[in-house]
Nanobody
């Protein structure tokens, strides 16, 4: 099994920044992509960003383009989400997801494209 652990959430003022980290660990697994999703109270879990492990290609939700940056450390099986210019609409529980299966479609923006999930980390943005 794969363990997925997020960290880095917290409380930040509007306009501020946070950096989320997510580490995947386990026995004999390979990563094809990792992604970030978020879920605000009363809303569906939504896609935020994804990165393809082989070449570092990235894709973002429109509303975070230019503000969020996803990156990876292949050696550590870790993905990061640098979040700048945060606003109250960004407040949510952020979930990290791992895809271990090659999929011909790209980008992986749907939840079904991922097969291992973390427990989530809370991001709160005060106005």
């Amino acid at each position: 099994q794969v363990q997925v652990v997020e960290s880095g959430g917290g409380l930040v003022q509007a306009g501020g920044s946070l950096r989320l980290s997510c580490a995947a660990s386990g026995r004999a697994f390979s990563i094809t992509a990792m992604g970030w999703f978020r879920q605000a109270p009363g809303k569906e879990r939504e896609f935020v960003a994804t990165i393809r492990w082989s070449d570092g290609s990235t894709y973002y939700k429109d509303s975070v383009k230019g503000r969020f940056t996803i990156s990876r450390d292949n050696a550590k099986n870790t993905v990061y989400l640098e979040m700048n210019s945060l606003n109250p609409e960004d407040a949510a529980v952020y979930y990290c997801a791992v895809s271990r299966v090659y999929r011909s479609s790209w980008p992986l923006t749907g939840r079904l494209g991922y097969d291992a999930w973390g427990q989530g980390t809370q991001v709160t943005v005060s106005s």
